[in-house]
C-alpha cells in the first residue's frame, strides 16, 4: 500500500489545516480492513502518534495533546483519510505522517504500521 499526504504549510496559531492521506495499490482487500493513523515528529524529537482511525466501527484515538482540537475522518470509498486541525499551536509544529496497517484496531506505536508515507510539514508561527 502506498500513502502520499498532503495539505502542509505554514499558519498562525489559531488557525485551521487539513491534511489528507491517499492510499492506493491495495490487493483484494480495501482500506475498510485496514486502520489508520496520523503520527508526527518534531526535530530532535521521537516520533508520536496523533490520531487513528480503526477498522472496526470507526474508534478513535487521539493523543490527549490535540484532544478537542484534532478530528480524523475517513473515507474508504476514496481511500483518504483526512486529519482536521483546528486552533493550531505552535507545539503542533511538525512533519506529519500517514501510516495504515491491516488491523482492526487502533494502536499509537509506529511499530505496527508497516506502511507509511513521505511526509507533509506543518509550521505553525506567527
Known amino acids: 500500500v502506498q500513502l502520499v499526504e498532503s495539505g502542509g504549510g505554514l499558519v498562525q496559531p489559531g488557525s485551521s489545516l487539513r491534511l489528507t492521506c491517499l492510499a492506493s495499490?491495495?490487493?483484494?482487500?480495501?482500506?475498510?480492513?485496514?486502520?489508520v493513523s496520523w503520527f508526527r515528529q518534531a526535530p530532535g524529537k521521537q516520533r508520536e502518534a496523533v490520531s487513528c482511525?480503526?477498522?472496526?466501527?470507526?474508534?478513535?484515538y487521539y493523543a490527549n495533546s490535540v484532544k478537542g482540537r484534532f478530528t480524523i475522518s475517513r473515507d474508504n470509498f476514496k481511500n483518504t483519510v483526512t486529519l482536521h486541525m483546528n486552533n493550531m499551536k505552535t507545539e503542533d509544529t511538525a512533519a506529519y505522517y500517514c501510516?495504515?496497517?491491516?488491523?482492526?484496531?487502533?494502536?499509537?506505536?509506529?511499530?505496527?504500521?508497516?506502511?507509511w508515507g513521505q511526509g507533509t510539514q506543518v509550521t505553525v508561527s506567527s
Open positions: 495499490g491495495f490487493s483484494i482487500d480495501t482500506m475498510e480492513t485496514y486502520r
Open positions: 501510516a495504515i496497517n491491516h488491523g482492526i484496531f487502533c494502536s499509537p506505536s509506529a511499530s505496527d504500521y508497516k506502511s
Open positions: 482511525s480503526s477498522a472496526s466501527d470507526g474508534n478513535q
